[in-house]
T-cell receptor, first 110, second 113 residues
């Protein structure tokens, strides 16, 4: 089955950039997503990228896709304390279902 | 607009008791529906998905079952809960899985004691 991997933890200082990385195994993934989960809440779709793109920018968020290496990253510029959350990478793969990584807990230090 | 409701928000149940978690979607027809579980310190695991009334696919063998008695209703059940069933359960729906991904409910935190 599909395997999606992320680092479990990331800490950054307020105002710095955060980079959250993700690797996946299914080369046929058509869409790749980043979701944000705040404490005790459901998942909120932040952004997505189609597999024929290598970059997408949306305000403070930049998504980079290296399809050859099956590597996806999310960069958050000027990270704020409100960005503290768990960030999930997900791929649209087998049977058109989403497969999620383990999530990266981002802690922003004031 | 489309909304998804999931309840209850929290639940504490003894081992061996039954479980019923309900999820309903409003504002859309014939959605694809999903149940995910997020265990403590772990990622999201797809438990069940449904593409229509009465159609349930199970991703992993387990102590749980799912049903879809109506187009926009998805129910997660167990006859006898185990300690290992504790976790955060999330319902989600999609129509166009491409550009929009899934929309998630607010989740149910289940603690089996």
């Amino acid at each position: 089955g599909e395997d999606v991997e992320q680092s479990l933890f990331l800490s950054v200082r307020e105002g710095d950039s955060s980079v959250i990385n993700c690797t996946y195994t299914d080369s046929s993934s058509t869409y790749l997503y980043w979701y944000k989960q705040e404490p005790g809440a459901g998942l909120q779709l932040l952004t997505y990228i189609f597999s024929n793109m290598d970059m997408k920018q949306d305000q403070r968020l930049t998504v980079l896709l290296n399809k050859k290496d099956k590597h996806l990253s999310l960069r958050i510029a000027d990270t704020q304390t409100g960005d503290s959350a768990i960030y999930f990478c997900a791929t649209l793969g087998r049977a058109n279902n989403l497969f999620f990584g383990t999530g990266t807990r981002l802690t922003v230090i004031p | 607009s489309q909304t998804i409701h999931q309840w209850p928000a929290t639940l504490v149940q003894p081992v061996g008791s039954p479980l019923s978690l309900e999820c309903t979607v409003e504002g859309t027809s014939n959605p694809n529906l999903y149940w995910y579980r997020q265990a403590a310190g772990r990622g999201l695991q797809l438990l069940f998905y449904s593409v229509g009334i009465g159609q349930i696919s199970s991703e992993v063998p387990q102590n749980l079952s799912a049903s879809r008695p109506q187009d926009r209703q998805f129910i997660l059940s167990s006859k006898k809960l185990l300690l290992s069933d504790s976790g955060f359960y999330l319902c989600a729906w999609s129509v166009d899985r491409g550009a929009h991904g899934y929309t998630f409910g607010s989740g149910t935190r289940l603690t089996v004691v």
